[in-house]
C-alpha cells in the first residue's frame, strides 16, 4: 500500500431490523455516553436534517446514452462503448472524505444512494504503508467528532429514507 491508497468504508448504522445500532449509531452513542458530544448538539443536528426537504436521490440519477450508433463512436471489438454517467457527491472533512454515489439498487428497480468514508491508509494503525494487509486484518482509526457530525448530515441529504434513518438513530442515541 502507497500514500495515496485509502481505505473505503461503507457504514452502516443499523442492523437486525432497526432494532441494533451498528458502526456509525454505535460511534455516536459513545460520543455521547462519553461526553465527546451533548445532548444539545445532537438535538440540533437533528433539528437541522429534520428540515431537509430535498435529497440527492431524487434529484439525479444516472444516465447510460440511449442511442448507441449516435452517442459514441468508440468501439471494442464488435462493441460500442458507451459511457454511464454516475452522479458523486463528495465532502472533504478532515483528512476523510464522504462519497455519496448513486448505484442501482441490489434488489428492485432504480437507484440507491452508497455512502462510503474513504479513509487515508496513513491515519490507520497498524501502519500499511509499504506492505499488503492479510487476510482479515482489522485496523484502528479514530475519527472526529466532525467526521461523525458530517456523515449524518450526509446521510440526511442521501435520501428521504436515510434521513429518517438518521432521525431514528439520534432518537435512539437520545433515549427519545
Keep these: 500500500m502507497s500514500q495515496d491508497d485509502t481505505i473505503e468504508w461503507q457504514i452502516s448504522y443499523f442492523a437486525d431490523g432497526h432494532s441494533r445500532l451498528v458502526e456509525l449509531g454505535e460511534l455516536l452513542n459513545l460520543a455521547f455516553q462519553n461526553n465527546i458530544v451533548n445532548r444539545n448538539q445532537l438535538r440540533k443536528l437533528r433539528s437541522s436534517i429534520e428540515k431537509q426537504q430535498e435529497f440527492f436521490a431524487d434529484r439525479y440519477s444516472i444516465t447510460i446514452p440511449t442511442d448507441p450508433a449516435g452517442s459514441s463512436s468508440m ?64 485496523v484502528t482509526w479514530h475519527p472526529t467528532w466532525k467526521i461523525l457530525f458530517e456523515t449524518v448530515k450526509a446521510f440526511s441529504v442521501a435520501s428521504s429514507k436515510h434521513r429518517q434513518d438518521m432521525i431514528e438513530v439520534l432518537g435512539q442515541v437520545l433515549n427519545e
Design 75 to 138: 468501439r471494442f471489438y464488435d462493441f460500442t462503448v458507451l459511457k454511464k454517467t454516475v452522479p458523486v457527491l463528495v465532502k472533504n472533512v478532515d483528512d476523510v472524505t464522504i462519497w455519496i454515489e448513486l448505484k442501482h439498487k441490489q434488489k428492485a428497480v432504480g437507484f440507491q444512494p452508497m455512502l462510503y468514508l474513504r479513509i487515508p491508509i496513513q491515519s490507520v494503525s497498524p501502519s500499511l504503508l509499504g506492505r499488503c494487509a492479510s487476510l482479515k486484518q482489522e
